[in-house]
């Protein structure tokens, strides 16, 4: 029998965190996520997910649990490489990967200028490894090469510098695909001056589905990947660092570290699961939807500053004389409202057709309104920056 003490702070201890409403609130973002080009990190789990989900093992994955080590060593034999570990996010799995490289600075790694790594992990390469980052500016303005790799990486005794240990990409990057050839390029000249490959893969499968090429192939020139499976593939957490046995068990011990081993992993591995099974699948109708937006947008008469090879698109309406702004707070005002940033359009896994059309449609009828007022589309117009192909736009989403 619980005294009247007890009852009285499990009183003040108890909450009920499902509101009467959500059940309807969960409706409506179900359908807000169908119409949202922000993101594909906004995909949702679907019944379907869930139910597999709660099948899953009850272990505790700081000691060994068995759904979380099935979905490891399955993502490590896609990918040909020979362990895996579960992380909480890609931003937890890229930057345990590049610390389990490197061991004592100085030293510095190189990427592209837009990589993930160097603009949206908070800083953490010099937080947590201690490293210098050098962002190359790619030549051709779409990949590195093997030539920009060259011209930039620190291999000398000259005190100055900080030598180079790791050549970082991002494969897509913005959507884009870097070519194979250039990868195995760069893979062979950085090993044979014996500097580390590192792969952000947060969205390698969409190169995959888009290429057609395994993942082991994709994987093979790069000592660690990290794949995401919150993105395109829609699970609701999680990402997956793979590399050899001895690199994996050190990643391990970097993962207690930061605080990262979890307990009850299972549930959130079993979603994952499902998503590669279930949600790959829909990558390439995901892209054929971008290529669709993407025409459209053009048709318009809107410039595209990167194309759909995957799931974005980044595109400028300033030929047709109408601001993001614009085409955002108009898509707001929809009866159904569509979310839009600025520039980068995402297509994902739950981006509804209608939502396509309704997009095109408040731009056209945008177009139509700016060229009845008198807008010409101005001679020669300038092609926008490359460093200014994200414009960021913060859209109102009430919550
Ligand atoms: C989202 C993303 C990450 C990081 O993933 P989080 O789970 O958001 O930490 C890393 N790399 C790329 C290319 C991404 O798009």
């Not at 994996?248 to 590669?276: C, S």
């Not at 400028?316 to 085409?327: C, K, N, W």
């Amino acid at each position: 029998m619980a005294t009247a003490a007890f009852s009285s702070i499990a009183d003040t201890v108890k909450f009920d965190i499902l509101s009467e409403t959500h059940a309807l609130e969960n409706a409506k973002k179900r359908k807000e996520i169908a119409r949202t080009f922000i993101s594909d990190t906004v995909t949702v789990p679907t019944e379907d997910m869930y139910a597999y989900a709660t099948l899953a093992t009850l272990g505790d994955d700081v000691y060994f649990e068995p759904s979380s080590a099935a979905l490891e060593a399955h993502i490590a034999k896609i990918t040909g490489k020979e362990a895996g570990l579960y992380l909480p996010s890609g931003t937890a799995s890229n930057q345990i990967g590049l610390r389990t490289h490197l061991k004592q600075p100085p030293y510095s790694i190189i990427c592209d200028h837009r990589a993930h790594i160097h603009k949206y992990e908070a800083g953490g390469a010099a937080f947590h490894s201690g490293a210098a980052v050098i962002p190359v500016i790619p030549s051709n303005k779409h990949h590195l090469t093997l030539q920009d790799v060259k011209d930039n990486i620190i291999i000398s005794d000259d005190g100055h510098f900080a030598p180079t240990e790791i050549v970082a990409l991002e494969n897509t990057l913005n959507g884009t695909i870097i070519p194979q050839e250039e990868v195995i390029a760069i893979s062979e000249y950085a090993h044979s001056v014996g500097v580390k490959m590192h792969l952000d893969g947060a969205r390698i499968w969409h190169v995959a589905a888009e290429t057609e090429m395994p993942l082991s192939e994709l994987c093979a020139p790069f000592d660690s990947v990290s794949l995401c499976l919150s993105k395109g593939l829609g699970a609701p957490v999680g990402s997956v660092l793979v590399g050899t046995k001895e690199f994996i068990a050190k990643a391990r011990r970097f993962r207690k570290l930061f605080g990262g081993g979890m307990r009850q992993t299972g549930i959130l591995a079993a979603a994952g699961a499902y998503a590669l099974t279930h949600n790959f699948p829909q990558l390439p109708r995901v892209h054929a939807l971008a290529r669709r937006l993407e025409a459209g947008l053009e048709e318009i008469g809107c410039a595209i500053l990167s194309r759909a090879e995957t799931c974005m698109i980044f595109y400028d309406p300033t030929p047709i004389g109408v601001t993001f702004d614009e085409i955002g707070n108009r898509g707001s005002a929809l009866p159904e409202p569509l979310f839009l940033g600025g520039s980068r359009l995402v297509v994902h896994i739950q981006t509804s057709e209608a939502a396509v059309d309704d997009l095109l449609g408040v731009v056209r009828v945008l177009a139509e309104e700016k060229r009845a007022a008198g807008f010409v589309k101005p001679e020669g117009q300038a092609e926008s920056a490359f460093k200014d192909v994200y414009v960021r736009r913060v859209p109102k989403i009430d919550k």
